[in-house]
T-cell receptor, first 109, second 115 residues
Framework: GENVEQHPSTLSVQEGDSAVIKCTYSDSASNYFPWYKQELGKRPQLIIDIRSNVGEKKDQRIAVTLNKTAKHFSLHITETQPEDSAVYFCAASMNDMRFGAGTRLTVKP | KAGVTQTPRYLIKTRGQQVTLSCSPISGHRSVSWYQQTPGQGLQFLFEYFSETQRNKGNFPGRFSGRQFSNSRSEMNVSTLELGDSALYLC??????????????FGDGTRLSIL
């Protein structure tokens, strides 16, 4: 089945800096790649997603890139703010959704 | 629109008991997926239902089961509870068939503690 690896497990940045989280997947048939943000004690919330026929997608300060050949995708957050502090999960799916282990992002004011 | 609603929010059981968790999807959503979240294993896929049929199943023992009703509400059941079943159980709904390939909207989860 699909295996998703996510790095780094923790990331600390200064407010205003950029943050990058990377994921790799094993099943070349995976065709949908969402990213979720989970604040402490809250539900995971979808922040951006990308499909396998698209290489890059941007939504304000958040962007995702996908390299199908290398089977990796990345989340980029620019101009980070303290409210961006949370755990971020990547996922890859075809028939079922497999999640990475999560990245705890801390944005220091 | 109301979001995904899961009940109960918290549950305490003892080993050997069974438990039933409930999930009401967003109105109009027909696909429901269940996940187990633990600090050690992260988010793991349990199963997905669409039109009252289980479409996909994760790698969990047969003690974990589920069903979906005609109004798209779903329940999951865990029998013969073990200490390792302590976790946050999350339900997510999506619009149509193939829920894993669509934006999923999560509920707040049911936190199950096994004593």
């Amino acid at each position: 089945g699909e295996n998703v690896e996510q790095h780094p497990s923790t990331l600390s940045v200064q407010e205003g800096d950029s943050a990058v989280i990377k994921c790799t997947y094993s099943d070349s048939a995976s065709n949908y790649f969402p990213w979720y943000k989970q604040e402490l004690g809250k539900r995971p919330q979808l922040i951006i997603d990308i499909r396998s026929n698209v290489g890059e997608k941007k939504d304000q300060r958040i962007a995702v890139t996908l390299n199908k050949t290398a089977k990796h995708f990345s989340l980029h957050i620019t101009e980070t703010q303290p409210e961006d502090s949370a755990v971020y999960f990547c996922a890859a799916s075809m028939n079922d959704m497999r999640f990475g282990a999560g990245t705890r992002l801390t944005v220091k004011p | 629109k109301a979001g995904v609603t899961q009940t109960p929010r918290y549950l305490i059981k003892t080993r050997g008991q069974q438990v039933t968790l409930s999930c009401s999807p967003i109105s109009g959503h027909r696909s429901v997926s269940w996940y187990q979240q633990t600090p050690g294993q992260g988010l793991q896929f349990l199963f997905e239902y669409f039109s009252e049929t289980q479409r996909n199943k994760g790698n969990f023992p047969g003690r974990f089961s589920g069903r979906q009703f005609s109004n798209s509400r779903s329940e999951m059941n865990v029998s013969t509870l073990e200490l390792g079943d302590s976790a946050l159980y999350l339900c997510a709904s999506s619009l149509g068939e193939g829920g894993a390939n669509q934006p999923q909207h999560f509920g707040d989860g049911t936190r199950l503690s096994i004593l």
